[in-house]
């Protein structure tokens, strides 16, 4: 039986080249230019910072929005309707649940903050012209891929000269101000307390556990644009020697989704490269490292308690014994300071991922028709349901993500100005050329190689 949503979910994992007798106009390259640009600031600018007084400013802020201007300028972008409606109710419901806070004199609360929210995530309104997307979509994602191939050969270096007697320096940070890098990330750490070996972070991302991230992501494309054997494998050990296990969750979404896409056989052959690599990394001394990384969540203060388990926690405390909070939440920013003030106490950071920050600060009011405006963002006119699925968990789940615009902004990037949503764009500029079918049915043809 075939349905509306069966007929939008791409036929094969493999995002294609666009057909050859698309028209690729002038100012489809010039967005080219424009998207590749913005990319590579997600990749190797995202640790600079603009000044604002004692304050700062992730530079991919105002980049991208200068991006989006420029794109809107030359007639790149168009208003996606169906978003705006959705951004606008979603700004409208956190503005009244901030003012409920404002108006019961709750501690820890930020007008910047909810500023900073209407702001970050004016560009999704946004999105290409269908035309413009198809051509687009799997050039960008190419050099997406072959950027963080670069990142990974950066994190696979800076790791490996530490095993040859290189002592590890933070090279950026000798290079740029101190005030134009971003504070408060732990961009530098050893791989177990009190070891001269220091996670890779390839130089030029916010921690390990981004470029662990990223390298993932990259690695998904990678698989998704049916690369060369030798980046992936290049990927994979890359997302090794973050030390971080972030990446590797997002890779095991990501593969499951695969699993589901492409059936059993997939499956078997998942798994035996992953048993392989188990088995490499346990003749190695790294494995006592991964082994206790894999054990850590449940020992409060460890890295992957202070990301999986104390802010829900935290914020479960927070909310449960005030209903108006649990409706309203406690205020934006409230999250922020309560993370300074547990570094302050502990020395730590805990990291409030973007679902805890967005409930606790919004409440289910404000935080559900957030969610209303992010999730179809990332899921709606897909052209990768894997893709899809892989942005979403990195965004949700891994990074405190609500208000980093190197987190939310990949996924714009990568994902949602590319959605062919039949009810949100309206292409007054189709461009098709003679004897193509109709826009609406192009809309419902398999995406991926056949």
Not at 419 to 438: E, F, I, Y
């Given at each position: 039986m075939t349905t509306a949503l069966t007929m939008r979910i791409p036929r094969t994992w493999v995002i294609s080249e666009p057909d050859d007798t698309a028209t690729v106009t002038a100012a489809d390259r010039q967005a080219l230019r424009v998207l590749t640009l913005l990319l590579f600031g997600e990749v190797f600018l995202q640790r600079l910072a603009v000044p604002v007084g004692a304050a700062q400013v992730p530079v991919m802020l105002p980049v991208v929005l200068l991006g989006t201007a420029v794109l809107l300028l030359h007639r790149g972008l168009e208003v996606n309707v169906g978003r705006t409606r959705a951004y606008l109710v979603a700004m409208a419901a956190c503005t009244g649940s901030a003012l409920v806070a404002f108006s019961r004199d709750l501690p820890d609360n930020s007008l910047t903050s909810l500023l900073l929210l209407v702001v970050t995530y004016a560009p999704f309104c946004f999105g290409l012209h269908a035309a413009t997307s198809s051509a687009l979509l799997p050039r960008i994602l190419d050099?997406?891929?072959?950027m963080t191939v670069a990142l990974a050969g950066l994190g696979v270096a800076q790791f490996g000269l530490q095993l040859v007697g290189w002592r590890y320096s933070d090279l950026l940070a000798d290079v740029v101000p101190h005030n134009l890098l971003m504070r408060n990330f732990n961009t530098s750490y050893p791989v177990r307390y009190g070891s001269a070996l220091y996670k890779a972070n390839g130089f030029v991302c916010l921690e390990p556990s981004f470029c662990s991230q990223f390298l993932a992501v990259g690695l998904v494309v990678s698989m998704l644009r049916d690369a060369a054997w030798w980046r992936l494998l290049l990927l994979v050990v890359a997302v090794l020697v973050t030390v971080s296990g972030t990446g590797v969750v997002l890779l095991g979404a990501a593969l499951?989704?695969?699993?589901?896409?492409?059936?059993?056989?997939?499956?078997?052959?998942?798994?035996?490269?992953?048993?392989?690599?188990?088995?490499?990394?346990?003749?190695?001394?790294?494995?006592?490292?991964?082994?206790?990384?894999?054990?850590?969540?449940?020992?409060?203060?460890?890295?992957?308690?202070l990301r999986f388990v104390e802010p829900y926690t935290r914020t479960f405390d927070r909310l449960g014994g005030d209903p108006t909070t649990v409706l309203f939440g406690a205020g934006?920013?409230?999250?922020?300071?309560?993370?300074?003030?547990?570094r302050h106490g502990t020395g730590k950071p805990l990291n409030y991922a973007m679902l805890p920050k967005l409930v606790l600060e919004y409440g289910l009011v404000g935080g559900g028709c957030f969610l209303f405006l992010v999730g179809p963002a990332f899921v709606r006119g897909s052209p990768s349901f894997v893709l899809s699925g892989a942005m979403l968990v990195f965004y949700t789940v891994l990074s405190s993500s609500l208000l980093n615009p190197v987190v939310v902004y990949l996924g714009l990037l990568l994902l949602t100005w590319y959605?062919?949503?039949?009810?949100?764009?309206?292409?007054?500029?189709?461009?098709?050329?003679?004897?193509?079918?109709?826009r609406q049915a192009r809309q419902c043809l398999p995406v991926g190689r056949t």
């Open positions: 050099r997406f891929s072959l499951l989704l695969l699993a589901v896409h492409k059936g059993l056989r997939f499956a078997v052959t998942a798994l035996a490269g992953i048993a392989l690599v188990v088995t490499v990394v346990s003749f190695t001394p790294a494995a006592g490292i991964f082994t206790a990384r894999a054990t850590e969540a449940s020992a409060h203060g460890s890295s992957g308690s934006p920013g409230w999250s922020d300071r309560d993370a300074q003030r547990f959605s062919r949503d039949a009810n949100g764009l309206h292409d007054r500029d189709d461009r098709r050329v003679a004897g193509s079918p109709p």
